[in-house]
T-cell receptor
Framework: AQSVAQPEDQVNVAEGNPLTVKCTYS??????LFWYVQYPNRGLQFLLK????DNLVKGSYGFEAEFNKSQTSFHLKKPSALVSDSALYFC????????????WGAGTKLIIKP | DVKVTQSSRYLVKRTGEKVFLECVQD?????MFWYRQDPGLGLRLIYF???????EKGDIPEGYSVSREKKERFSLILESASTNQTSMYLC??????????FGPGTRLTVL
């Protein structure tokens, strides 16, 4: 069965420190991977995606993500966290032989402390 | 920029009422989606549409129906609202195999 796991419900990071939000997946075919961010009482905003090519993908607001095929992971990273990065982060995946649906992780709440 | 708009940000309805949630996108996207979001459950797909008048059930279609008469508009209908349908409803659109773009959401409360 296809699935996405975000193993941490919440991640706490001090401002200025690097942050990582973890995502692992299981899909049939090649994975198409996405990260989204949701600020309070707002819809989701697209951050970045991996389709093919370079394993390190750069996205909005200084975020990047690394695709690791052997570990079936797509962790979201940022070198230096800002308080304004505090939000809910979702990982999503679609297999290359799937229809248009995305499989969504449960979300990770990121808290950046001043 | 892609813009996805939803007809209401907040909505309060009574049990048994028929509820319409409207979603409009302005980027000529083929696909449109309706999700509900509940704390601890993430996003759950209710229905999606890959073309005008075409629809497919998602993970939790019970109690809902949809309509897509025009490419830019995708409506979610609660035929007889119940308290367990109190939730945040999110609409999204995408090109055929592209990333999804979301509207601001409608927080529906059913009393």
């Amino acid at each position: 069965a296809q699935s996405v796991a975000q193993p941490e419900d919440q991640v706490n990071v001090a401002e200025g420190n690097p942050l990582t939000v973890k995502c692992t997946y299981s899909v049939s075919g090649n994975p198409y991977l996405f990260w989204y961010v949701q600020y309070p009482n707002r819809g989701l905003q697209f951050l970045l995606k991996y389709i093919t090519g370079d394993n390190l993908v750069k996205g909005s607001y200084g975020f990047e993500a690394e695709f690791n095929k052997s570990q079936t992971s797509f962790h979201l990273k940022k070198p230096s966290a800002l308080v304004s990065d505090s939000a809910l982060y979702f990982c999503a995946v679609r297999g290359s032989d799937s229809n248009y649906q995305l499989i969504w992780g449960a979300g990770t709440k990121l808290i950046i402390k001043p | 920029d892609v813009k996805v708009t939803q007809s209401s940000r907040y909505l309060v309805k009574r049990t048994g009422e028929k509820v319409f949630l409207e979603c409009v996108q302005d980027m000529d996207h083929e696909n449109m989606f309706w999700y509900r979001q509940d704390p601890g459950l993430g996003l759950r797909l209710i229905y999606f549409s890959y073309d005008v008048k075409m629809k497919e059930k998602g993970d939790i279609p019970e109690g809902y129906s949809v309509s897509r008469e025009k490419k830019e508009r995708f409506s979610l209908i609660l035929e007889s609202a119940s308290t367990n349908q109190t939730s945040m409803y999110l609409c999204a659109s995408s090109l055929r195999f592209g990333e999804q773009f979301f509207g601001p959401g409608t927080r529906l409360t059913v009393l």
